[in-house]
């Protein structure tokens, strides 16, 4: 069988944690699906058809994230179980709310968090003590804006990338708040996932790859915690580092490969015509450079993110 398991108040730079960068850390490439539902909660297939739908797909991890409650079934042989669950919060005298999806979370009371339904603050880090990676789900979708995500303080990660959310109405990307609070000296990570309810084809089209040394819950969550994984729809990433300044990137074959930065500091390299395609890119960063994190955009328009180099 399978393993079971305010921009005022913003942090001196850099104070927070840089992300381990996974290309130079040992171990083996894991992909994973991190928002799943099932028949727990709003899903239309069986946790356990859920798992096996995935494993069929080639992921070796999946987090089962039903509403409210931490959904526990048993892997097929081959795929690494984590628990998870999402919650959700309201901000008062505003359209906009949150949805926490919290990854690694064991058997809770579901009546402490749902309490703080109106306290999103104060719900983010009460589940940030419950487990190692707390997700703000579809910012875009959600209507967040980059002052309520800040609001949060380090609730650590954002979704990038919804696909869900992109397949219901074309609200899944969430890049402009991810660099606008990258800019503003917050230190956040970013995934994509499916958030998949089984009701439209929303499963197989995001995923996050994580190098782990190896497939226990325990190893899988230390290396999400410290951001040691890429993220994608498509492409492969084969490289990404900074050496005096200069950042490269090795990927699979790209139309485009983004370099981005606080604002217009970052680059733009596209292949040279068609049918021709991008493998490398470099770029020396200025000086005002706070961060640098990378995105690749493949042929068919699929695309990969780097979580983020932060600079001194």
Request: with cysteine.
């Amino acid at each position: 069988m399978g393993s079971v398991p305010s921009f005022k108040t913003m942090n001196p730079w850099p104070a927070q944690p840089q992300a381990t960068n996974p290309f130079l850390t040992r171990g083996e490439w894991l992909k994973a699906a991190l928002h799943v539902h099932t028949t727990a909660s709003d899903g239309k297939v069986s946790p356990r058809e859920a798992l096996e739908a995935y494993r069929r797909l080639g992921y070796d991890v999946v987090a089962l994230t039903d509403h409210d409650r931490v959904t526990l079934a048993d892997p097929p042989e081959g795929l690494t179980l984590l628990t998870g669950a999402e919650w959700a919060a309201a901000v008062p005298d505003s359209p906009a709310g949150f949805h926490f999806v919290t990854i690694g979370i064991g058997p809770v009371e579901a009546a402490p968090i749902a309490a703080l339904h109106n306290r999103p603050a104060k719900m983010a880090a009460l589940l940030r003590t419950l487990c190692p990676l707390v997700i703000v789900a579809h910012p875009y979708w959600s209507a967040l804006t980059t002052e309520l995500l800040a609001s949060l303080g380090p609730a650590g990660a954002l979704e990038v990338y919804n696909h869900g959310c992109e397949l219901e109405d074309a609200l899944g990307y969430s890049h402009y708040a991810w660099d606008q609070l990258l800019a503003r000296g917050h230190h956040w990570l970013g995934l994509a996932v499916d958030d998949s309810h089984w009701s439209t084809p929303d499963h197989g089209g995001a995923w996050v790859m994580i190098k782990s040394p190896d497939r226990s819950p325990a190893s899988i969550l230390a290396a999400l915690a410290s951001g040691c994984f890429y993220s994608s729809t498509g492409p492969a990433i084969e490289s990404f580092c900074l050496s005096n300044r200069t950042v490269t990137l090795r990927c699979s074959a790209a139309a485009s490969i983004l370099f981005r930065c606080n604002g217009s500091l970052g680059t733009g390299l596209h292949r040279p015509g068609p049918g021709e395609s991008l493998t490398f890119a470099e770029h020396l960063l200025p000086a005002r450079a706070r961060f640098v994190r990378a995105e690749v955009t493949d042929s068919a328009g699929g695309k990969a993110w780097t979580n983020p180099i932060y600079l001194a």
